[in-house]
């Protein structure tokens, strides 16, 4: 039998053309979400807006279209991400003729339909530069685009700008509509804020828009995002008190998932029976909602039973059931019966899928079954299914878990021949694999590349590699790929900065770790008790008990009660878990090849054992970060050309360097 690196380049290098991949699996990931796909063009407030508003919209053309999505590129080339215009009164920079008396403007409009395209594509982060442009081109919004704008935002979870976007309308003398209120009431409601998606109910009532369906399914939606699935039936209750409005298949379908999401079954199925009732048949999306609840609890056989109930009630099952049940099964290492059940697709008139075959692959993997992945691999050629990124990203994992990087490196290396685009996860791969095996070079390499394909690095790739830096000693080239980071728009996390502290806490260098909770206030990130605690084990280590003792007396004495030694050090537990180099062993099993590794070219150093000491005394958590950044340092704090951290004798010059550093990065925040 082939290796499994040979046997997936057999199955994709002869084949150059591919379209099922990425987008098949998109679609079936998409069928997951509360939006129910057949009826979603009519319950989902920013797909109805550009045609209910009284303004209406427009073509757009293709020429306008690129002009424009090149402003947006310009614009995010200089990182401007803010959640609503940040202009203090847009109405007065209006010098558009038609915007000003009050008339229908093309180019409002047009932008507008643009800015639902961006939605379409699956690009809202770049509908609030075309506001922008509306906005500086001397052009009044419209309530269709404060509409649109603010659907964009609730695709992104922006929702701190939702009574923005709400004031900017009523400041502007707008009259909210139903297409407006619904899609407040829909923002508020995916944030789980019931309070408020409620109050706007009300209002909409109040300002004579009457709610639709569509509005009750949004609220019962919301509820069951919020873990209150009892107000949700409520509202079912309400809706047959409304003389406007009926339950419909969606409407039991999402109550069914406010149910299953809290784990409550019984109740589900309550609720279908009551569908029943009222005369609507449960469809495929029911019986998946109620199935994927059981194989998140571990019970996917009960999940394969649903098959028998969906063939009573003579609805078809479809790919989406299989990949549920599969996924299952999987989930509970019983990676045999999902293969079983592969075949049993057959007999339900079904082909697996990529979707089915990926989740194969990364059961076998995970249980270490080398012969299972190869079975998988080569049904997938019987079936014409064709790997994708995701399917060549699984294995890669594999390789780079087991500290194979140059094995890893040629499934990479296979998947480009074989013309599919790497994505950021595949890179990640790598780069942690190379950081893992103690080559941070070849990590920052991967991480060039990725800019160069025109990837946008996020926060954890930057991390990955500063931390590979930072356990190589080199903080120097730590430094600067955190400055690359902030050049790319990308702003830091808490876990950049301890790890930037716990670098310099390596090196030997306390008082660049206590510099970085300067660069942290400039960055708006706020340091917590381990962050402190690493400051303070950073003094220790050198043997300045004093200074340590000054950081560790701002923590809370009640949040730190641990028992000391005689030289009162204080475990550090879980703290290095996350700071520490990389270890020297590797698992004594390969992933994916029954192997044993032996001799692990380029792994890391072995751990450095540290401990820290507890302080006496008990000052509070919050006067601590209070009491940190108003320190006077005490020690030299000379710098090499190289190391741009800025300490507070620095001149201010470089302080603002940092600060406008700090300000220039977008408000991203990535996990």
Known sequence: MLASSELIRFHVVEKTSFSLSLDFFLVDFLQTQ?????????????????????????????????????????????HELHPVSQSADPQSQVRCISCLSKTSCRTVRSRTKLMNIMIEKGRPQEVQSILDSIIEGGHKPSLVTYTTLLAALTIQKHFDSI????????????????????????????????????????????????????TFNTLIKGYGIAGEPEESQKLLELMSQDENVRPNLRTYN?????????????????????????????????????????????????????????????????????????????????????????????????????????SLIKGFIDAVDRDGVNEVLTLMEEFGVKPDVITFSTI???????????????????????RIQPDAHAYSILAKGYVRAGEPEKAEEILNAMIKSGFHPNVVIFTTIINGWCSAGRMEYAIKIFEKMCECGIAPNLKTFETLI?????????????????????????????TLLLVAEAWRATGLKKEANRILSAVKNEEMTHETDREDKIPVGSLEKHYQKPSASFPNQLQLPNLVISDQKGSGSATKRSRMVLGDTDFSLESSWTATRSLSLTHSCTFGA????????????QLCMYSQLAHSCPLVFLN
């Open 396 to 418: 890669m994992n594999a390789w780079s878990a087991a500290g194979f990087m140059d094995k890893c490196r040629e499934i990479f290396d296979d998947m480009v021949k074989a």
């Open 163 to 214: 009574h923005s976007i709400i004031s900017q309308v009523e400041e502007n003398g707008m009259e909210p509509d139903s297409i407006f209120f619904n899609a407040v009431i829909n923002a508020f409601s995916e944030s789980g804020n019931m309070q408020e998606a409620m109050k706007y109910f009300w209002k909409m009532k109040e300002s004579g828009s009457k709610p639709t369906t569509s």
């Open 642 to 653: 190289r190391s741009p951290i800025i300490c507070q004798k620095q001149s201010h010059g």
């Open 502 to 530: 716990w670098g310099y806490g390596e090196a030997r260098q306390p008082w660049k770790s206590e510099e970085v909770l300067q660069i942290m206030e400039e960055f708006n990130v706020q340091p917590e008790k381990t």
């Open 254 to 358: 999402v109550l069914v998932r406010a149910w299953c999401n809290k784990k409550n079954i019984m109740k589900a199925w309550n609720v279908v029976y009551k569908m029943v009732a009222s005369g609507l048949q449960p469809d495929a999306v029911t019986y998946n909602t109620i199935a994927t609840a059981y194989a998140q609890n571990g019970e996917a056989s009960q999940a394969e039973g649903i098959i028998l109930e969906m063939q009573n009630s003579n609805v078809q099952p479809n790919e989406r059931t299989c990949c549920i049940i599969i996924g299952g099964y999987c989930k509970e290492g019983k990676i045999k019966e999902a293969l079983r059940f592969v075949y049993r697709m057959k007999d339900l008139g079904l082909q697996p899928n990529l979707v089915v075959f990926n």
């Open 34 to 78: 509360e939006d129910y796909m057949e009826e979603s063009g009519n319950e989902r407030a920013h797909s109805d807006a550009p045609t209910e508003h009284q303004d209406g919209t427009t073509d757009v053309k293709k020429e306008e279209v690129e002009a424009l999505q090149t402003e947006v590129k310009r614009r995010d080339g200089k």
